[in-house]
């Protein structure tokens, strides 16, 4: 079922999710009503109308393309987390996050996305990054490479003796331990910064505009789409037991994606002299 689905015509999937924010999400872009923002865990975990609405249109949609798919999306689990464990389960999975960069989105500036990946059996097979502001559609499917407005993309090497550009999470927001990992980032060399939206982070590197991003939480939905999208542009990700990320999990903490092997091994070894 799935090897059928991933060789036909996945334009539907692009169509998709450019008609959920076409509906849901760009008509609320710098039109949002006070009482269409509400605060989850505090105020830096906000969600929208717009979040809501988009996941519950994409899963309508992408559920009807693939059937005997289910989606694992951010707002779905946050009303029930055992949603989460669909990830380990037997069914292809949409790994949804309607507004990737919330925040960005209600302040009314243009870095947001949405993110789409198909999953099975804990493997990326494919996903879509839409920033819809921006009018940029990142496309990734396993073996065959990444695409930005159906044009190819390589991460490429930063250039030989460069500063490392480097976007990564905010010290504030992680344990002690991952803030030491983290601060590790803070030497000669490397030019790190907190990170935006994760998804327009992971293209960045994906189209060698920055070298590297480094995470320390693991929701599927912020990394699944940029992490296939960083490899299948030539790049490479690992945790910081240098494993690779796992989608369903259990990973050592803070890990990284890069534009190549060795910068990810730079970046590896920076948080593990912060730790």
Same mark, same amino acid.
């Given at each position: 079922m799935i090897d059928d689905f991933l060789a036909g015509d996945l334009t539907e999937v692009e169509e998709a999710v450019r008609a959920a924010a076409a509906a849901e999400i760009m008509p609320r872009y710098r039109q949002l009503a006070a009482h269409e923002i509400v605060e989850k865990s505090g105020p830096h975990d906000l969600v929208t109308t717009a979040d809501r609405l988009a996941e519950e249109h994409l899963t309508a949609s992408l559920t009807r393309l693939l059937p005997g798919s289910?989606?694992?999306?951010?707002?779905?689990?946050? =009303? &029930? !987390? +055992?949603?989460? &464990?669909?990830?380990?389960?037997?069914? /292809?999975?949409?790994?949804? &996050? !309607?507004?990737?960069?919330?925040?960005?989105?209600?302040?009314?500036? !243009?870095?947001?996305?949405?993110?789409?990946?198909? =999953?099975?059996?804990? %493997?990326?097979?494919?996903?879509? @990054?839409?920033a819809a502001a921006l009018d940029e559609m990142a496309v990734a499917v396993r073996g065959r490479g990444?695409?930005?407005?159906?044009? /190819?993309?390589?991460?490429?090497? !930063?250039? /030989? #003796?460069?500063? *490392? %550009?480097?976007?990564?999470?905010? /010290?504030?927001?992680?344990?002690?331990?991952? +803030?030491? =990992? *983290? *601060? #590790? *980032?803070? @030497? %000669? #060399?490397?030019? =790190?910064?907190?990170?935006g939206a994760a998804g327009l982070e992971y293209l960045g590197v994906a189209r060698g505009d920055q070298d590297a991003v480094a995470f320390n939480w693991e929701y599927a939905w912020d990394h699944a789409a940029g992490l296939l999208l960083v490899t299948e542009a030539g790049g490479a990700q690992a945790t910081l037991s240098g494993a690779p990320f796992r989608i369903t999990g259990g990973n050592a903490l803070p890990f990284t994606a890069a534009r190549d092997e060795a910068t990810a091994g730079r970046i590896l070894e920076a948080l593990r002299a912060g730790g």
């Amino acid at each position: 079922m799935i090897d059928d689905f991933l060789a036909g015509d996945l334009t539907e999937v692009e169509e998709a999710v450019r008609a959920a924010a076409a509906a849901e999400i760009m008509p609320r872009y710098r039109q949002l009503a006070a009482h269409e923002i509400v605060e989850k865990s505090g105020p830096h975990d906000l969600v929208t109308t717009a979040d809501r609405l988009a996941e519950e249109h994409l899963t309508a949609s992408l559920t009807r393309l693939l059937p005997g798919s289910v989606v694992v999306g951010e707002e779905s689990v946050h =009303a &029930d !987390p +055992k949603v989460y &464990d669909a990830l380990g389960g037997e069914a /292809p999975v949409w790994i949804i &996050d !309607p507004v990737d960069g919330t925040r960005q989105f209600v302040r009314g500036e !243009p870095g947001f996305c949405t993110l789409v990946a198909l =999953a099975h059996h804990g %493997e990326l097979l494919a996903s879509w @990054t839409y920033a819809a502001a921006l009018d940029e559609m990142a496309v990734a499917v396993r073996g065959r490479g990444a695409t930005l407005n159906g044009v /190819p993309i390589r991460a490429g090497s !930063p250039a /030989p #003796g460069a500063v *490392l %550009e480097v976007a990564m999470s905010h /010290p504030d927001y992680t344990s002690d331990a991952q +803030k030491r =990992a *983290l *601060l #590790g *980032l803070r @030497t %000669e #060399g490397i030019n =790190a910064r907190p990170c935006g939206a994760a998804g327009l982070e992971y293209l960045g590197v994906a189209r060698g505009d920055q070298d590297a991003v480094a995470f320390n939480w693991e929701y599927a939905w912020d990394h699944a789409a940029g992490l296939l999208l960083v490899t299948e542009a030539g790049g490479a990700q690992a945790t910081l037991s240098g494993a690779p990320f796992r989608i369903t999990g259990g990973n050592a903490l803070p890990f990284t994606a890069a534009r190549d092997e060795a910068t990810a091994g730079r970046i590896l070894e920076a948080l593990r002299a912060g730790g």
